[in-house]
């Protein structure tokens, strides 16, 4: 009871986001975002009839056909979700008339990318969809020999085209396309919650020193990964680190104070979960 509830709390807030960012700044500035919320908002510029609405239309087919792919309790979620999101467009649109944020179409793709991204973000966390998209690609992949990846992008390279089409204008287009990117990175920054860590892996000579200093003066703990070369096969120490990022500048600073010919390798924490030592 209390996951679900957790659930709803994201899709409620995601939602809120996905409305706000219709509202200030894809709808005032004739740009479209991907998916079928996508496919709403040309509806709407085609047809003039509310957004929200023309988002049940388009996703409520969609939903009901993909139930058995998706489960009910997670079909169910994504009802919920579609129809507080196509409230809120509504309401702040049609009812409200809330104003634009901005009519600078270069900061309504950004902002307005990163507010569908994070609302999208919240709603993937409360294990829900915002769009019948996802379902259609997993029907033509479970049909077709066509990758679910490929059915989405398509998707979206229609509404990109449909809307330099429908306004004669590339650069609308474009920016569609800009916003569209930039919501994908802020929903994997938000699902990952843009850990601010990066993976070290050092590889020396003088593990005991580096261990000590590591721990004396940088403050973070690791673990010591054994193996050895591919051609002479010597045996062969590593230091597997998780650090954050303000450290890395000190850290390689002491790597080459103890061992100057030491093997560095910097990378980016995508996710992390648990303690690791």
């Known amino acids: ?10 899709i409620v807030l995601g939602s ?6 219709v509202v200030l700044f894809f709808i005032p500035n004739a740009l479209v975002t991907g998916g079928t919320s996508g496919m709403a908002i040309l509806l709407h510029y085609l047809l ?10 388009v996703n409520a087919p969609l939903l009901l056909l993909g139930a058995k792919y998706l489960g009910r309790a997670f079909t169910f979620r994504s009802i919920v979700t579609i129809v507080l999101s196509s409230l809120f467009i509504d309401l702040f649109n049609e009812v409200l008339h809330v104003s634009a ?11 307005g990318g990163v507010s569908v991204g994070v609302g999208l973000g919240l709603v993937l966390s409360g294990n829900a969809s915002a769009g019948g998209s996802t379902i259609l690609a997993k029907i033509v992949a479970s049909k077709t020999s066509i990758k679910a990846s490929s059915v989405i992008l398509a998707i979206d390279v229609m509404i990109i085209i ?5 306004f004669k204008n590339i650069d609308l287009a474009l920016w569609s396309l800009v916003s569209i990117y930039i919501s994908a990175k802020s929903i994997d920054m938000f699902l990952s919650r843009g850990p601010s860590k990066k993976v070290v892996h050092i590889v020396s000579s003088k593990i005991d020193a580096l261990c000590e200093a590591i721990v004396l003066h940088v403050g ?9 070369s591919i051609f002479e096969h010597n045996t062969k120490q590593m230091i597997f680190l998780v650090v954050e990022n303000r450290k ?30």
């Open 1 to 10: 009871m209390k996951i679900e509830m957790k659930n709803y709390a994201f």
């Open 101 to 111: 944020l901005t009519k600078d179409v270069i900061l309504a793709s950004l902002f």
């Open 220 to 228: 973070e703990e690791g673990t010591i990964v054994q193996g050895e």
């Open 16 to 21: 809120l986001f996905l409305g706000l960012g």
């Open 248 to 277: 890395i500048p000190a850290l390689k600073t002491l790597v080459q104070s103890i061992d100057n010919d030491a093997f560095v390798v910097v990378m980016e924490a995508s996710e992390l979960l648990g303690r690791g030592h």
């Open 162 to 166: 449909a809307i330099a089409l429908i």
């Open 48 to 57: 003039g009839l509310p957004t929200g609405m023309m988002m049940v239309a």
